[in-house]
């Protein structure tokens, strides 16, 4: 319920959706593997949500009014975790999360926003197993997600205090 870093992705795909439980397959190991990188895992401080709650037709990209629809659970999702980073996995869960329009280059590599959260763009798991070449630069997304989340940590830290009379 306190996670500091939520992963967003897009929809749960056929096994997900039976077993009702985000990322479980072959992207879903890829996803550990990225995270236990960071030192991190998912359930340990490191929460697991999608912009859509079911799984599209054919698994096809989520319509505009699925995502307006599910819109309110994610919302809710994020505001009862209040996480310190957010991180978009893949160009639909970046542009609806966002609400842009934009390629997914033009949102990687900088802190965008989301209810006053930072949010890092990378590339989705899926894609990373087809295209391997591109997982240096989502380790590079994910250091900027780790950088974020020490600079938000260091400034809700309360102010050290002097032991000395």
Known sequence: PHAELVFVGEAPGAEEDRRGEPFVGRAGRLLDSMLAALGLAR????????????????NRDPKPEEADACRVFLDGQVALIRPRVIVALGRVAAQNLLATDAALGALRGQPLNYQGIPVV?????????????????????????????????????????SSSP
């Open 43 to 58: 359930g340990e401080g490191v929460y697991i949500a999608n912009i859509l709650k079911c799984r599209p037709p054919g």
């Open 121 to 161: 763009v990378t590339y989705h798991p899926a894609y990373l197993l087809r295209r391997p070449l591109d997982k240096r630069k989502a380790w590079d997304d994910l250091c900027l997600a780790r950088r974020l989340m020490t600079r938000a940590a260091d400034q809700a830290a309360p102010p050290h205090r």
